[in-house]
């Protein structure tokens, strides 16, 4: 039986990507993840068959990380090389790819397995669009997108696992001088079931107050458009929806002086219900929304708290 | 330099019946995070002085449009336009560029963007890294060159790093490393002086394997979603009221 394998940090990536294993009816799978995931039950019930675990995961350079997979992935029959659509495993498959002469394909939201035949979609052309691509060499090195699939789970079972050490590669590469770790808050934000969501619409960073205020009337999460997190820094990176993002697909999404270009509306498509508070008539935003609203944001979000207390006076 | 010629994605119109992009009828630009990473490249030479020279690589190139890139300050083109490359992939790109990169002589940077404007792969920079064994760093917002040194301040989802790195390095850039200026006509003159070599597939002695893609294309189609698309009207707290009211209908309030 051909093998796959799932590369995650991340104990919520790890069960999505074995759904995406199970959403095409691939059995025997194993897992190259930090050592820190070795003890979760939850890991325990996936059914894999051995796991390789990696001492000081996070802190690994993309060449050190590449040099142990391919070692792992050299000369066993692997069909399928999993990672979540996120930075690090982009460029760690970008470059295992490259030297293994082997296909790699990064953001993918859907895969097919019919008689061999690999057939994954992404997005492209700035988000717009949909493509289908075959792929044709082995072992793929995929990331998805938003995996959104539950796995199938099994009894708990016994697993073998390999301890790698940290990993370290012989080649010259950058050295790391400081890490700022900034505030997390993507996986919260991945959860939610509303969202609110800012963009250059707020004049100031302590405008951001009255979205605060919002979300805490409706129990949501916070959000932003790329410029917000990126070019401002009001926020941290993590909570930036998008293409270049997270994608998110809550019950309500709020988008408070955000224009809907593609790159940020690709993020958020898979919402329930899109609300769009834009000034501008004309913003793209508009066209993507179930309810829309062309009022300036600093008289309708103070109207909209207070129609939101008056519903349950209660709260706030 | 890397830049790629791609669609206008912003005013892209595509076909009713099949929703498949009218590609043809496409404006051709430059790379969105490819001009930022040219402009990052021009202001290094204009401190530190030395050159930009830029590469790409297409299916149908237009000299016009990679102009724009001279325009912006860069010095000389090298570039290969092969209808074979239109089936191209990562794999394909990848192995054609660095091979032109080498056409084009030694060099001490090499910029790409963290990603494509058209497919946003986000593959070429590590690539380049693992085909040329020069160390890459993604993602830049910043950079400071000193020596044979070049220090990049760079974001992941969860953590910002900086890095130290003895040239030759490449390094992907992200929207935000440069803001691109608007070339003065004086910088389009100049540009249309300088000058632009086009280099053919065949005199890069790529073995056929290299330029097999490992990727096929199979359709592209308008992502279509269907909103409601209720315009809610009147003064502010009318309106509110009645988005409150509507979200509750909808039960996606809690409480
Ligand atoms: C390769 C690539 C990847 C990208 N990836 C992402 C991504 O993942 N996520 C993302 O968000 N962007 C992404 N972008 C950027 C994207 O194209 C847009 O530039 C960005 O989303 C715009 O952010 P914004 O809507 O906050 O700002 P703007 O486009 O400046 O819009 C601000 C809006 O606020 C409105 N406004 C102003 N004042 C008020 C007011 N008082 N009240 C109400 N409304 C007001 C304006 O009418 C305007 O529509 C990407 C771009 C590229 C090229
Ligand atoms: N065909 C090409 N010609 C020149 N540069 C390219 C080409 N394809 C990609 N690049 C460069 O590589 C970057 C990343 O592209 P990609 O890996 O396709 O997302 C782009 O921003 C460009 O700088």
Known sequence: ?316 | MFVKQVPDVSTLEHDPSSLAPRLDRATLRLGESDIVALEAAVRIKEEFGGEVVVLSAGAELNELVLREALAAGADRCLYVSDPVLRLADSWVTSNVLSRLSKKAGDAEILFCGEASSDSGNYQLGPRLSEILSIPCVTHALKIELSGSVVRVKRALEDRVENLECDLPVIITASLELASPRLPSLLMIRAASRKPMTRVELSELGLQEDLIQPQVERLTVKLLKTSRRGVVLTGEPDACAVKLVEALEKEGVLRG
């Open chain 1, 1 to 316: 039986m051909k093998r796959s394998l799932i590369v995650a940090g991340e104990l919520e990536d790890v069960l999505g990507l074995r759904g995406v294993l199970d959403s095409v009816g691939l059995e025997y799978a194993e897992a190259f993840v930090p050592d820190r995931l070795l003890g979760e039950r939850a890991v325990e019930t996936l059914g894999l068959k051995k796991i390789y675990a990696v001492e000081r995961f996070d802190e690994a350079q993309s060449e050190a990380l590449a040099g142990a997979l391919r070692d792992l992935v050299t000369g066993a029959d692997t069909l399928l090389v999993l990672a979540p659509s996120r930075k690090m495993y982009r460029e760690l498959f970008a470059r295992v790819g490259q030297s293994l002469a082997s296909a790699c394909v990064n953001d993918c939201t859907n895969i097919s397995l019919e008689e061999g035949k690999l057939v994954v979609e992404r997005p492209t052309l700035g988000g717009g669009y949909v493509e289908s691509l075959e792929v044709k060499r082995f072992p793929a090195f995929l990331t998805f997108q938003p995996m959104g699939r539950s796995p199938r789970r099994r009894d708990a079972t016994s697993i073998e696992v390999v301890k790698l050490g940290a990993v370290t590669s012989g080649r010259r590469t950058p050295k790391l001088l400081s890490v700022e770790v900034a505030e997390r808050g993507g996986a919260e934000l991945s959860r939610a079931k509303v969202v609110v969501s800012v963009g250059r619409g707020f004049k100031k960073r302590e405008d951001l107050r009255l979205a605060e205020e919002l979300a805490r009337l409706l129990g949501a999460e916070l959000a932003c458009s790329r410029p917000i997190s990126s070019d401002l820094g009001w926020m941290p990176e993590d909570r930036h929806v998008g293409l270049s993002g997270r994608w998110i697909s809550p019950q309500l999404y709020i988008a408070i002086g955000i224009s809907g270009q593609v790159q940020h509306t690709i993020g958020v498509r898979g919402s329930k219900i899109i609300v769009a508070v834009n000034s501008d008539p004309s913003a793209p935003i508009h066209r993507e929304a179930d309810y829309s609203v062309t009022h300036d944001l600093y008289q309708f979000i103070p109207a909209l708290i207070k129609a939101l207390r008056e519903r349950s006076p209660s709260r706030g």
